[in-house]
């Protein structure tokens, strides 16, 4: 079956341009993740979702950063105003109950 | 603070060796832990899983894990590596505590294997 999809795959960013980042998990999971991988880093946490509720989003770095799953299926994270410390792979992850994660393909931010 | 270590920044391994991949985890109670691998440009694949029961767990592509409560370790291994096995390899755990699931990652170790 189709597995966790995103997009775009790359995305190259101007510092202080808004960019929105989607997420399609895989059909009927109700858990969505997001995390951040700076290069050369393991994925850290930012946020999760249990259908439309964002339910943590201890992980979010700034204000700027913003995530919604209005319709508990697809995702979208948001920044705004980009800086360069931005730059990172950013994953979606989705999971059917508490245990295994299953990840997207990620997206590569470039903050120029 | 909850951490996972993968104290090796690169294991090298020949063709047809067994290899190792050390993980030890710093955190509370008993977690759940797994195991991931990356290929370049690709996300993570799922290769197996710690919930309870049995120490020794068996995953994907002949891949198997111990897990250690007292060592507070879970080491990849697997009796006979491929050259395809080369990829960057990561720890993952889920603290019990966490009601969300969000999982702690390592840093990864890149495993080379050679012909």
């Known amino acids: 079956g189709a597995g966790v999809s995103q997009s775009p795959r790359y995305k190259v960013a101007k510092r202080g341009q808004d960019v929105a980042l989607r997420c399609d998990p895989i059909?009927?999971?109700?858990?969505l993740f997001w995390y951040q991988q700076a290069l050369g880093q393991g994925p850290e946490f930012l946020t999760y979702f249990q259908n439309e509720a964002q339910l943590d989003k201890s992980g979010l770095p700034s204000d700027r950063f913003f995530a919604e799953r209005p319709e508990g299926s697809v995702s979208t994270l948001k920044i705004q105003r980009t800086q360069q410390e931005d730059s990172a792979v950013y994953l979606c992850?989705?999971?059917?109950?508490?245990?295994?994660?299953?990840f997207g393909p990620g997206t590569r931010l470039t903050v120029l | 603070a909850q951490s996972v270590a993968q104290p090796e920044d690169q294991v090298n391994v020949a063709e047809g060796n067994p290899l190792t991949v050390k993980c030890t985890y710093s955190?509370?109670?008993?977690?759940?832990l797994f195991w991931y691998v990356q290929y370049p440009n690709r996300g993570l694949q799922f290769l197996l899983k710690y919930i309870t029961g049995d120490n020794l767990v068996k995953g994907s592509y002949g891949f198997e894990a111990e897990f250690n409560k007292s060592q507070t370790s879970f080491h990849l291994k697997k009796p006979s590596a491929l050259v395809s096995d080369s990829a960057l390899y990561f720890c993952a755990v889920r603290p019990i505590s966490s009601n969300t699931g969000k999982l702690i990652f390592g840093q990864g170790t890149t495993l080379q294997v050679k012909p």
């Open positions: 992850a989705s999971s059917q109950g508490a245990h295994t994660q299953y």
């Open positions: 955190v509370s109670g008993n977690p759940y």
């Open positions: 059909s009927g999971h109700v858990s």
